[in-house]
T-cell receptor, first 115, second 120 residues
């Protein structure tokens, strides 16, 4: 079974501080991992993905994520948060060996960055 | 993403009515998906299609049907709407990387702006 857990429904951080949004996953094989962001009244936008290679993945808007196979985690990070980063963030996973290509999404984490 | 459009953007309807949500894409992708989003539940897959002749049920297909009219169009129907189908509905597209078709590829999915459906 494939699944994604985002243990925090909400993350609050002050502008300029580093932020982390947590994600852990479960797949039967090796994973492809994704982060998406959803701004109010908008669809999901792709941020970054891990396919293979370097465990630290850099994406859009200064975000990065670190793949940790032993901890089955893929936490999203940013060194210095902006108020404009406030949004709903989704982690997603799919099994690399699956022919279906389906993504499984976490429940989302609401990030609020206050001035 | 402007390449994936959904109509209508908002719809209010009554219990028992038939509703169709439409999705069109100009990305040239073969794969299309319908999700619903409910607060605290994330995105759940309703149906997906890997080409015009291929339709597959997702995890919550009961009460829904789909039609893949062309590569670019994928419609979701609620035959007889009920209040617990009130949700935000998203269409998405994707395409496998060249050479990885047999493994389903790994390209990210591109989402439409969503349709907010309210069933009274």
């Amino acid at each position: 079974a494939q699944s994604v857990a985002q243990p925090e429904d909400q993350v609050n951080v002050a502008e300029g501080n580093p932020l982390t949004v947590k994600c852990t996953y479960s797949v039967s094989g090796n994973p492809y991992l994704f982060w998406y962001v959803q701004y109010p009244n908008r669809g999901l936008q792709f941020l970054l993905k891990y396919i293979t290679g370097d465990n630290l993945v850099k994406g859009s808007y200064g975000f990065e994520a670190e793949f940790n196979k032993s901890q089955t985690s893929f936490h999203l990070k940013k060194p210095s948060a902006l108020v404009s980063d406030s949004a709903l963030y989704f982690c997603a996973v799919r099994d690399r060996g699956s022919t279906l290509g389906r993504l499984y999404f976490g429940r989302g984490t609401q990030l609020t960055v206050w001035p | 993403d402007a390449d994936v459009t959904q109509t209508p953007r908002n719809r209010i309807t009554k219990t028992g009515k038939r509703i169709m949500l439409e999705c069109s894409q100009t990305k040239g992708h073969d794969r299309m998906y319908w999700y619903r989003q409910d607060p605290g539940l994330g995105l759940r897959l309703i149906y997906y299609s890997f080409d015009v002749k291929d339709i597959n049920k997702g995890e919550i297909s009961d009460g829904y049907s789909v039609s893949r009219q062309a590569q670019a169009k994928f419609s979701l129907s609620l035959e007889s709407a009920i209040p617990n189908q009130t949700a935000l509905y998203f269409c998405a597209t994707s395409d496998p990387k060249p050479g990885l078709a047999g493994l389903g590829g790994y390209n990210e999915q591109f989402f439409g702006p969503g349709t907010r459906l309210t069933v009274l």
